[in-house]
T-cell receptor, first 114, second 109 residues
């Protein structure tokens, strides 16, 4: 069974631009969540989607948004990029909430904002 | 909010040594999980261990939920074990994970 797939692996953007990251979950997993990892803040939760609905949101500004499609694939978007948005963005998938299943992460997208 | 604390923050071992990593967590944490992040950033789920003991090869984990701690044991360490080990817990509702700050493990040949 294929793992969680994130694209692209690396991305370089300029301040003020916007970016879209993609995540395909493990087949059969319907919950997708996103995390940001930076040296200073560690791993922080961005948001979680299940059945195309955002179920939970972390403490990030509105410039960070996401969505989930009917096939459970998810995208996250960051608008008006700032230097501080440079980070490793990790997507994780799991069975539906309540199934008490482990989270499995993709390889991440490393975003650099210049 | 929930709290997850790991110790030690850094650990340096010689190949073949054993080690124990600790994770303390607050009352509202459930579904404790251990992850290994390799130098390339890949985060691998090692154990999903809300309570009890599990073993996978040279790795084993024990969670004592009533005392709010979990331990990860690494035996006969290898250089490929190097990386950062995270524990993370979920709140009672939802699947949001709160991560500890990690233990940076370096295994020297």
């Amino acid at each position: 069974k294929a793992g969680v797939t994130q694209t692209p692996r690396y991305l370089i953007k300029t301040r003020g631009q916007q970016v879209t990251l993609s995540c395909s979950p493990i087949s059969g997993h319907r919950s997708v969540s996103w995390y940001q990892q930076t040296p200073g803040q560690g791993l922080q939760f961005l948001f979680e989607y299940f059945s195309e609905t955002q179920r939970n949101k972390g403490n990030f500004p509105g410039r960070f948004s996401g969505r989930q499609f009917s096939n459970s694939r998810s995208e996250m978007n960051v608008s008006t990029l700032e230097l501080g948005d440079s980070a490793l963005y990790l997507c994780a998938s799991s069975l539906p909430q309540g199934a008490r299943s482990p989270l499995h992460f993709g390889n991440g997208t490393r975003l650099t904002v210049t | 909010g929930i709290q997850v604390e790991q110790s030690p923050p850094d650990l340096i071992l010689q190949e073949g040594a054993n080690s124990t990593l600790r994770c303390n967590f607050s009352d509202s944490v459930n579904n404790l999980q251990w992850f290994h992040q390799n130098p390339w950033g890949q985060l691998i789920n090692l154990f999903y261990i809300p309570s009890g003991t599990k073993q996978n090869g040279r790795l084993s984990a024990t969670t004592v939920a009533t005392e709010r701690y979990s331990l990860l044991y690494i035996s006969s360490s290898q250089t490929t074990d190097s990386g950062v080990y995270f524990c993370a817990g979920q709140e009672t509702s939802g699947s949001r994970l709160t991560f500890g700050e990690g233990t940076q493990l370096t295994v020297n040949p």
